[in-house]
């Protein structure tokens, strides 16, 4: 029932009267005067009151409360009988003429009679109900009239009603603007709607076109942005001026708990323990809507309503932790003139739901953070928002506290939420691990293998999922074919280009391609390059040859399996990492073997930067780089790109002479020899070797460490590279053998050190076959020496940082396309899991 205090009904049957009826109301008494409670005609108008509040389950106190009023005179015994009776308690009840003349005759005599039944609806023929009521209460007695004109024709009459769309969906929640949309019949078009929500009336926007002839189409709108959270109980009544109504529609919804959230803010998410949804809300105001959801915990899912509640779209989270949700403006004035409803704000609902594959299962929270802008930058170990209109050189941010930041581009890192792709792969086909490299956001070329045609599946999604457009081709032999995700098609032979185009929500473009390789290619690459390689090599070899068709590789044989070399480089202090820069890469209990805190590496470390399938890119290729001087390639421009910057940019000595000359000598690349004398001295020059002040050895250099052993005393492998700088190998005999004067032994001046250090570097490694970074590293050359005791550094990291350095000298110079040779280590049963690290 929805309950009302007695008052409310009078007042609300008259105001009906006032706003509905033909007739105009004119007053009703709210004095005090004589008490009344029984008529000419014997029947008794507590009694009428009594029975009137039984008709629709008022309780007793409320009763007794109406009882007294009319007794009193505020108002008649007809006031409240029509209160009654036109009540949206009543009219729910949706009865016909003949009920409702049955419970009049009852409220007013305390039972019907069939005669008095068929004259009520005799009477109702051309009056309407009000107009009965007023007739029957003041022929019980004159003193129980309705205060009010109820007029005298029969006024609007619904004679049928359908309904299109009700109140109960199939989504477990209710947001935004509602609409029960219909259609009806009525003799006029004074027709109204009263929606109740838990037994409250609320305000309701009905629109129909009264100057439509016959079935009148309707739509019935409201906001459930100001209801509470919770289930709720709603109904809806069609109402008449006759004082008849229509229960249309009926229903249970539930109202979710929503945060508000602001364009340009950063909040703080989370769906907590036992729980499976997380809702917000945003006005995104006059701009599109933009949320993006970072750092998320676990498998999520998102969507994003519009204002009216309907769903936009839904995505996925991807595996690096992002979801994205995007929607253009919406047409608030639209949707306010198609409801009636005023001052329409454009409001968007997210949901964010915790998926049945999740790592949590409702044991855990998931949390995340909600960014409100286009793009989102990672500044200063955090997620910000970045509000449109940048400078050249600076992000305006803003973090989850509301600090805002003007943070130098070159420091920020946009995240990959627009154009981007959140997944690729191709399943199918015969090789392990066939996609090169495994997919990464900021990768947009990728090499596959297969030994033949075969049947694949190109599967790919983008960040942004449904707000995006995906466009896939494949070209084999000049024929095109468009691809659809996750659809198969039939790969031929040969060579065959997938492109991937990934159009933004606001047109940003983005480009992916996969160099695909089925069986033999139209050149001799298989046959002269590939056939030296593991098949597991295949894919990231296709991929290098594909976007640099100079390069030329050649395979190694260690004539070692992988597990040995392996077990080999992890002994002692043969791999070492720093535990302040990586301590999830240090090896558990291992002590400290040179300062200040290298200790060893963790196996799966070492087998990352030991296994040569990991480095098969652009930058890292450089590692398996021989390392001979060639005068077409290495120019001192590339060694001021490697220098710039470092203790040796200085006009203090001319160190790009000197190392373009020591290379020139040495028959070594003048790059490694700048890369290497910064991984020994450090980027800013802080060993004392480098500037010839180690105490009892002033004015000595040693740029390459030569000499210096790890220890764990304090300068110990600083005074050891000087100490050999100034005696040699044998400090006792203080004499220089002939091989050490070839290496310009002492070094007493910078250009010595640096000459004289490629010499030795040259004979002591590159003349022997240790000529790439890779084999300085990893000593596991099949040349009839003791493998892995003839290793420059103990740096695990050394070839990898090291190459990085030679590929910047080589960019800096447009000398990236040249015709290198790289030489690459082929071990014998290769792990099929590899580039992941701890």
């Known amino acids: 029932m929805l309950k009302r205090r007695p008052e409310y009904f009078a007042v609300f049957a008259l105001s009906a009267v006032c706003a509905i009826g033909t007739g105009c ?34 309780d007793s106190e409320d009763k007794l ?24 308690d009543y009219l729910i009840k949706s009865t016909d003429d003949e009920q409702f003349a049955k419970d009049l005759l009852s409220v007013v005599y305390g039972a019907p009679n069939d005669a008095d039944v068929a004259a009520i609806k005799q009477e109702l023929s051309s009056s309407n109900r009000m107009t009965v009521i007023n007739s029957v209460v003041s022929k019980a007695d004159s003193k129980y009239a309705v205060s009010g004109n109820t007029g005298n024709g029969p006024g609007s009459v619904i004679t049928g009603f359908n309904i299109d769309k009700g109140i109960t969906e199939d989504d477990e ?13 009525a003799t006029g078009d004074e027709i109204r709607t009263d929606l109740f929500v838990d037994g409250a009336l609320h305000r309701g926007y009905l629109k129909y076109d009264k100057s439509q002839a016959g079935s009148k189409g309707f739509v019935l709108a409201w906001d459930t942005a100001g209801f509470d959270p919770g289930d709720h109980e709603v109904s809806i009544l069609l109402r008449s001026s006759d004082g008849r109504g229509v229960s249309v529609a009926g229903g249970k919804i539930r109202i979710p708990e929503r945060k508000r959230i ?68 919406q047409d608030t004035d639209k949707v306010a003139s198609e409801t009636g409803i005023p001052g329409v704000s454009n409001c968007f609902y997210i949901c964010a739901k915790r998926t049945d594959d999740g790592a949590s299962k409702e044991k855990e929270d998931i949390s995340f953070q909600l960014v409100q802008s286009r793009d989102v930058a990672y500044f200063d170990g955090k997620y910000m928002s970045v509000a449109a209109g940048k400078t050249d050189d600076k992000y305006k941010l803003t973090d989850s506290l509301g600090n805002e930041y003007q943070a130098p581009k070159e420091k920020c890192k946009i995240l990959p939420f627009n154009a981007s792709l959140a997944s690729l792969d191709i399943k199918g086909g015969d090789t392990e691990k066939s996609l090169y490299p495994s997919f990464e956001v900021n990768q947009d070329k990728y090499g596959y293998y297969t030994s033949g045609a075969a049947n694949v599946t190109f599967e790919c999604e983008s960040v942004e999922g449904y707000a995006s457009e995906l466009k896939i081709t494949a070209e084999n032999g000049g024929n095109k074919t468009e691809l659809k995700p996750g659809e198969p098609f039939a790969l031929n032979a040969g060579e065959t280009v997938i492109n991937a185009e990934v159009t933004s929500f606001d047109g940003q473009k983005s480009f992916y391609s996969v160099y695909v390789l089925a069986g033999d290619d139209s050149g001799s690459f298989v046959e002269e390059t590939l056939s030296g390689f593991p098949a597991s090599y295949y894919s990231g070899l296709w991929l290098m040859h594909c ?14 399996t992988f597990a040995e070399a392996l077990k080999a480089e992890t002994v002692g202090n043969k791999s070492l990492v720093q535990d302040k820069a990586y301590p999830e890469y240090v090896k558990g209990g291992s002590p400290v073997y040179d300062l200040p805190d290298w200790r060893a590496a963790k196996t799966e470390v070492v087998s990352y930067y030991m296994d040569p399938r990991n480095f098969f890119t652009d930058k890292r290729i450089f590692m398996f780089e021989m390392l001979g001087f060639d005068d077409s390639i290495h120019k001192k421009e590339g060694i001021k790109k490697i220098i710039s910057g470092s203790f040796m940019d200085t006009d203090e000595f001319d160190y790009v002479n000197a190392i373009y000359e020591a290379g020139r000598q040495a028959g070594v690349s003048p790059y490694f020899l700048a890369a290497r004398i910064i991984q020994e001295m450090g980027f800013s020059g802080r060993s004392a070797l480098c500037k010839g002040t180690v105490e009892g050895y002033e004015g000595y250099y040693n740029f390459y460490n030569i000499g210096s052993v790890s220890t764990t005393k304090e300068g110990g492998a600083t005074v050891g590279g000087a100490k050999y700088a100034k005696f040699g190998r044998n400090p006792e005999k203080k004499d220089f053998s002939d091989a050490e004067k070839k ?96």
């Open 25 to 58: 109301f004119t007053a009703f008494a709210l004095g005090t005067g004589t008490p009344v409670m029984t008529g000419a005609g014997g029947q008794n108008a507590s009694g009428i009151v009594s029975r009137a509040s039984d008709l629709i389950g008022i």
């Open 65 to 88: 409360s109406a009882q007294m009023r009319v007794k009193y005179g505020t108002y008649s015994a007809g006031d409240y009988v029509l209160s009654v009776m036109t009540s949206p």
């Open 173 to 185: 929640f209710t947001v935004g603007i509602k609409e029960i949309s219909g259609s009806f019949s």
């Open 262 to 329: 602001e364009t340009l803010s950063v909040t703080d998410g989370v769906i907590e323990k036992d729980g499976k949804t997380a809702w917000y809300l945003l006005d995104a105001g006059e701009s599109d809507c933009y949320v993006n959801f970072a750092g998320i915990s676990d498998k999520i899912s998102v969507s994003l309503y519009d204002l009216s509640g309907k769903l936009i779209g839904t995505n996925p989270s991807t595996s690096q932790g992002y979801a994205a949700l995007r929607a253009k403006k």
């Open 547 to 560: 976007k640099h068709p100079t390069y030329r590789f050649k395979a190694y044989d260690t004539k070692l």
């Open 743 to 838: 290496i310009l032994l002492p070094w007493d001046t910078k250009e010595k050190a640096i000459t004289g250090g490629a010499l030795w570097i040259a004979s002591g490694y590159i003349e022997k076959g240790q000529n790439t970074l890779y084999f300085q590293k990893f000593d596991v050359l099949d040349d009839g020496t003791v493998r892995y005791n003839h290793q420059y550094a103990q740096n695990i990291m050394m070839a990898y940082s090291e190459a990085l350095r030679y590929y910047n000298s080589y960019d800096s110079i447009n000398k990236t396309e040249s015709s290198f040779v790289f030489v690459i280590p082929v071990y014998k049963n290769m792990p099929a899991e590899y580039g992941y690290l701890p």
